[in-house]
């Protein structure tokens, strides 16, 4: 071997280790990018099958961030996906519910499967996942989308309220499968935003929103025109009272956020860190807790990170917000640095923000909810 095509190999190599690092390259499994797929049948390596009851209680959305969405039987899941080249993908850790949903061997062999699928397929149609090392292969079809059309699309409903007199709730289901939702509660000054993944199961005729909350909310296709919630077992809610959520006419965007909506402004508010990157957050003993207090007379920004104390600049345009030259004094703690590198490393990446109530959520460029704070007076 000349040292020439030596160096070739070497070069070839490294450039595909760094491809691979950085996740999907340019045009890397494209065809994947915001499709649906429900389970078909689980071919193992020793040639024996499994076959779901229902192909709609095993799902997987892939979302063309690298996020994606599953269902598990009872359980709902998120996580992530990458694509080094043709045919290749891989599944990072996935973060799933632990309802406890009848014994099914599917249940046990997909979550231990989960990070040992590396390649695909797409073949009539059908999405074919292949293990490592023979392993296995799942097959999917593309789930039932019928039933809902003419996206993006507005459902509004006024549902009943124990305590006040009304709930206006407001649901917006984009094309990509993203949803947003408002709960808007009269007479009081509070509100519930809530976005994630939507779904279509049961031949098209239940729909599930995924939020940033545990338990998605469920419910009936009446018509292309009306949603009725059900209850938690997804059964019909066995009530006189009216729980549809009507299409209305027009697409109803929320508006952008300022400092003046909502409870308490973004500007000069105590924010004391409650949840980072979905994981709730406790201070360490005897340190001060992660918080964050924004200046709007010198666009400064001060804090804690649970060890150090932060500071660095911000710019606000809308419900746009970016922070910049972040930087923490540099003390050595035996708790707390993790969660730290972690809030400092989110803070970078933030794009959006939105206040509900007393709660302020900042959001990455994707979309995806980095971390989430609550209001602290008289700090």
């Known amino acids: 071997m000349t040292i020439r095509v030596w160096l070739g190999l070497v070069l070839h190599v490294l450039l595909f280790a760094r491809s691979y690092a950085q996740g999907a390259s340019p045009g890397a499994a494209s065809e994947l990018k915001g499709t649906s797929w429900q389970l078909v049948t689980f071919l193992s390596g020793d040639g024996s099958k499994l076959t779901p009851d229902d192909t709609s209680k095993y799902t997987i959305a892939l979302e063309s961030s690298g996020s994606l969405s599953v269902r598990i039987d009872c359980n709902r899941g998120r996580g992530t996906w990458k694509s080094a080249g043709a045919n290749q993908i891989e599944f990072g850790p996935l973060a799933l519910t632990r309802a406890m949903c009848p014994q099914s061997p599917l249940n046990d062999h997909i979550p231990k499967h989960w990070e040992h699928v590396r390649s695909y397929i797409i073949k009539g149609g059908h999405l074919f996942l292949s293990l490592m090392a023979d392993g296995g292969t799942y097959e999917f079809e593309p789930m039932v989308q019928a039933g809902i059309t003419g996206l993006p699309a507005t459902f509004i409903g006024n549902w009943p309220c124990a305590d006040c007199p009304g709930i206006l709730y407001q649901v917006n289901l984009m094309a990509d499968h993203n949803f947003s939702s408002r709960m808007t509660y009269q007479e009081r000054p509070s509100r519930l935003d809530d976005q994630g993944q939507w779904q279509l199961y049961n031949n098209g005729k239940t729909l599930t929103l995924q939020g940033e909350h545990e338990t998605p909310a469920t419910f009936a296709l009446q018509d292309s025109n009306t949603l009725r919630k059900l209850d938690s077992n997804g059964n019909e809610i066995a009530s006189n009272l009216n729980y549809d959520l009507k299409r209305n006419p027009t697409f109803l965007p929320f508006e952008s956020h300022s400092a003046e909506i909502d409870g308490a402004p973004l500007e000069n508010t105590y924010w004391k860190l409650s949840r980072l990157n979905g994981t709730e957050i406790n201070a360490p003993s005897g340190k001060q807790e992660p918080h964050l207090v924004l200046n709007p007379k010198t666009h400064r920004i001060t804090g804690a990170g649970g060890c150090n104390q ?59 909810l980095r971390a989430t704070f609550e209001s602290r007076h008289g700090q």
């Open 310 to 368: 932060l500071s660095g600049s911000y710019q606000i345009d809308g419900d746009r917000i970016t922070f910049s030259q972040m930087i923490s004094t540099m003390m050595a703690c035996a708790e707390g640095m993790d969660t730290e590198k972690a809030f400092l490393d989110a803070l970078n990446k933030i794009s959006t923000w939105r206040i509900a109530g007393q709660q302020l959520e900042l959001f990455d460029a994707s979309g995806k």
